[in-house]
């Protein structure tokens, strides 16, 4: 499954409204919230929406016209002089900016739509903005709506909303995708301005039964305090993406994981961190197997690990019995119960055999040199430079002869090859593999860490922590091998810290979790810092491709002047 917007084609009719796509994140508000469900589709695979009032209180516009990009952007001269005043004054487009503006897509398995969709302050000022824009635009009438139609793009509007409805187009894709014949798929059609116009006006004619005015969890969303918001449909975004499987793998009920699913997000940019929120909802089987969980993280497994340059750490707590009822659910567990008998093995075994609680941990990031082995002798002590870390897997066993069993199995069926790159050790609580015997050793030492983490992530199913700063100066030397490179490293060490993330809890209907992104500066809103950040790593990138370019003009007269005596 994949969906592509036409490159081409999404270039060519992003002239017409360059504000909403440059500043997307200036102009996308969560007012008038019911205005705006009314005209989103109920089967929209992805809904982008954002809350401007939060968003240019944080970072105003003024802010943004000091950026270098910014002017990078004025000073191009082969920007006309319209959209250059449209740019520094966007109330000139006759969008109303405190009104809302929202994205979403249709379609997205076949030949969909992208749309974006906002109100108008002023329509005389609208009409003016896309006659600058495009000259030569025909408008068209139709009762109370206009409608401008393009090659790949129409725009409809009347006194109070606009619509722009873009091709989603697939071709791309399927061109270097396997042939769809081999599938039986049927063609995806070119979509035609016509096609185009007709989604724009039943935009504009949606009743409450057929949009999202009346979905619950899309309400629950809106009201979420943050700055951007995002939902997904998962069964519509991959429809037509999955074949029918053929013979007995036809009985595996894989739809149980895409009925009723729904992905909601929050973004909110606070004072020295970016925070999110995620909720996860299912089809009523699956979260009636949901609720049954159980349960936080095991904090002892995470107390053995070594707190020397401890990188990165996610745990999770899961209820086995749950695990198998869901498999049941899919109906798996015939087919993983027939490849597991060969060895006298099945499912209530791998049940039995762990509590649920599993350990992931990263140390020692960093970059090391490893000799080649080249044909060529000559370059036979050459090395190169790549990533390194040690990686650590724990998990906590029940029944130590259940776990024996399978792992014996797995033994079995990775040949002897896991052996060879990693080394294990177990005892009647844990079993632990890793890249280093070392640091295997220390999680079976009875050395026990209580690092500061710890505490923000113990009272869930599932948590996890990231270093940056220990990530960042582990690969120092690789950074500042050159100006721009010690440059890009000083930036990124003065600009992040860590990353928590936690969840697993079933509340209101759904899966929920929380990440944090922490900033060094805790003073300062992260919605400026990351526009100030992203500013100095683009003036950095623009003026070495600048100096490159004028080196690599400069040579290539000299050169022309020595040929030519």
Same mark, same amino acid.
């Given at each position: 499954m994949a969906l592509i917007i036409n490159k081409k084609h999404f270039m060519k009719y992003f002239k017409l409204l360059p504000l909403i796509f440059i500043f997307s994140l200036l102009i996308i508000s969560c007012s008038k919230k019911n205005d705006q469900a009314k005209m989103i589709p109920k089967e929209a695979a992805i809904v982008i929406e954002l809350n401007t009032k939060s968003l240019l209180s944080k970072l105003s516009w003024d802010e943004i016209k000091k950026s270098y990009w910014y002017n990078q952007l004025l000073a191009d001269s082969a920007l006309p002089a319209t959209k250059k005043a449209m740019i520094e004054d966007p109330a000139k487009t006759g969008i109303d900016l405190e009104a809302g503006i929202? @994205? @979403?897509? =249709?379609?997205? $398995?076949? #030949? *969909?739509?992208?749309?974006?969709? *906002? #109100?108008?302050?002023?329509?005389?000022?609208?009409? &003016?903005?896309?006659?600058?824009?495009?000259?030569? $635009? $025909?408008?068209?009438k139709e009762g109370e709506l206009n409608i401008f139609k393009a090659d790949k793009a129409v725009i409809g509007w009347n006194d109070k909303r606009f619509a722009l409805v873009l091709t989603a187009d697939h071709h791309e894709f399927k061109s270097h995708a396997l042939n769809d014949s081999a599938n039986n798929a049927a063609p995806i059609m070119p979509v035609s301005a016509d096609s185009l116009v007709s989604v724009?006006?039943? =935009?504009? !004619?949606? %009743? &409450?039964? %057929? #949009? !999202? #005015?009346?979905?619950e969890k899309f309400a629950a969303l809106l009201k979420e305090e943050g700055d951007v918001h995002f939902w997904i449909n998962t069964n519509e975004l991959s429809k037509g993406s999955i074949p029918a499987m053929p013979g007995m793998a036809g009985m595996v009920k894989l739809d149980k994981f895409l009925e009723d699913n729904i992905s909601t997000a929050t973004i909110n940019f606070q004072d020295g961190k970016i925070a999110g929120t995620h909720k996860q909802f299912f089809g009523k089987e699956l979260s009636d197997i949901l609720k049954k969980g159980e349960g936080n993280i095991n904090t002892d497994m995470i107390k053995r690990l070594s707190a020397q340059n401890l990188a990165a750490v996610f745990s999770l707590h899961f209820t086995p019995a749950s695990l198998l009822e869901i498999i049941k659910l899919t109906g798996l567990d015939g087919f993983i119960n027939l490849f597991l008998s060969s060895d006298g093995l099945s499912l209530d075994d791998v049940v039995k055999a762990t509590k649920g609680d599993i350990l992931f941990a990263v140390n020692d990031v960093g970059i090391k040199a490893d000799t080649t082995n080249l044909k060529d002798t000559s370059l036979k002590n050459n090395y190169y430079q790549k990533p390194s870390a040690t990686f650590l897997f724990a998990v906590a066993i029940s029944d130590k002869d259940a776990f024996n069993k399978i792992l014996n199995f797995g033994k079995k069926m990775g040949k002897g090859e896991v052996e060879k790159n990693s080394f294990q050790k177990t005892d009647d609580k844990y079993f632990a593999v890793s890249n280093s015997q070392d640091a295997v050793n220390k999680y079976f030492s009875g050395t026990q860490i209580n690092p500061d983490f710890l505490s923000k992530i113990n009272n869930h199913p599932m948590g996890g922590f990231v270093d940056l700063q220990i990530i960042f100066k582990s690969l120092q030397a690789e950074f500042s091998k050159d100006s721009s490179g010690k440059f890009y490293y000083d930036r990124n060490i003065s600009m992040w810290n860590n990353i928590y993330f936690t969840g697993g809890e079933y509340k209101d209907g759904g899966l929920v979790s929380n990440a944090e992104i922490n900033l060094i500066d805790k003073n300062i809103n992260s919605l400026k810092?990351?526009?100030?950040?992203?500013?100095?790593? !683009?003036?950095? $990138?623009?003026?070495k491709k600048k100096k490159q370019k004028q080196m690599w003009g400069d040579s290539t007269l000299q050169k022309m002047r020595t040929d030519s005596l």
């Open positions: 929202v @994205f @979403f897509m =249709l379609k997205p $398995a076949g #030949s *969909g739509q992208a749309v974006v969709e *906002g #109100s108008l302050k002023d329509t005389k000022a609208f009409l &003016d903005f896309i006659k600058n824009m495009h000259p030569n $635009a $025909a408008i068209n724009c006006k039943n =935009l504009f !004619l949606l %009743n &409450d039964d %057929n #949009s !999202l #005015s009346k979905n810092q990351l526009n100030q950040y992203i500013d100095d790593n !683009l003036k950095v $990138a623009i003026e």
